[in-house]
């Protein structure tokens, strides 16, 4: 069940759905398609978002807007895991941390000051080598990089649509004039 967006060309009226979608890619290789909400459709098949996430097998798919020539590309994307205080290293960090702020201050400021720079620093730290190593993995995700014109400014569609005068180029007429229905979400 992608998230649909629109878009229609004010020159010959054309108009273009736009889709986003999710899937879990196992590791026999077969695609499991997550209708939205995402979370619950990764429930039923035993895995969180993070936990997905972290198998590097949450895949994006959508269509990004060429920069340059106005183009739509079709782009996969894996998703990387989020910074979450709620893991086990978040907890271990707080349950080693905290009594080791007590010990070694006496001011409640810099205990509070350095337990939580000292978890978050531990989260940040540990968040950023979990995605270094799912990138590192990665074999699904295509360049960011324009395949009819070869531009490197690949824009998200719900971003593009966020700015103002973003015009599409239309399929059927060749102007550079579609523009986003902004008001226009839907869950196909
Ligand atoms: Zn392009
Ligand atoms: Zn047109």
């Not at 269509?63 to 894996?78: F, H, W």
């Not at 001011?107 to 978050?120: A, E, R, Y």
Request: hydrophobic content about 40%; charged content about 25%.
């Amino acid at each position: 069940m992608p998230s649909v967006y629109r878009a229609h060309c004010s020159n010959c009226k054309f108009t273009r759905d736009v889709l986003e979608d999710y899937v879990y890619v196992g590791e026999d290789g077969s695609i499991t398609g997550l209708p939205h909400p995402e979370d619950d459709a990764l429930k039923d098949i035993g895995l969180t978002w993070n936990g997905a996430a972290v198998t590097g097998r949450l895949v994006k798919e959508s269509e990004m807007v060429c920069d340059q020539c106005g183009k739509l590309n079709g782009i996969k994307e894996i998703v990387l895991p989020a910074f979450a205080l709620l893991n086990w290293v978040g907890l271990t960090a707080t349950i080693i941390i905290v009594p080791l702020v007590f010990f070694l201050f006496e001011s409640h400021l810099l205990q509070l000051i350095v337990g939580i720079g000292g978890i978050l620093c531990v989260t940040i730290v540990y968040t950023l080598q979990l995605r270094r190593r799912v990138k590192s993995r990665d074999r699904v995700s295509d360049d960011l990089v324009c395949r009819y014109c070869g531009s490197e400014g690949l824009i998200p569609y719900p971003d593009f649509e966020n700015e103002p005068d973003s015009k599409l180029l239309c399929s059927k007429c060749g102007q550079r004039t579609m523009e986003p229905d902004r008001d226009y979400y839907a869950l196909s």
